[in-house]
């Protein structure tokens, strides 16, 4: 299933060969928890939690939109209104 994914884009980059590398070595594990009897169909397997924010991802944006408080002199990043950065 991790290869069924569309690379066409990453086909010939460092990127989409590190990609493929990745897939093989969890399919190849999957494959040997099936062999010693792992139910690999439980919510351990098929559900996770992800938190991704654009504030991380997108860190000169960012930068660009921090402006200076003229009254109190702190950073403010002007370009979401509710921002966060951390663990959750």
Known sequence: RLHAWN????????????????????????????????????PTFTKTEFYTAHECLLLPYEEAL?????????????SGHMLWVGER
């Open 7 to 42: 690379l066409d884009f990453v086909e010939t980059t460092d990127e989409g060969s590190r990609y493929r590398k990745f897939a093989t070595k969890v399919d190849e594990s999957l494959r040997f928890m099936k062999a010693i009897g792992v139910d690999t169909s439980s």
């Open 66 to 78: 921090t402006r200076k408080d003229s009254t109190t002199g702190r950073y403010y990043d002007c």
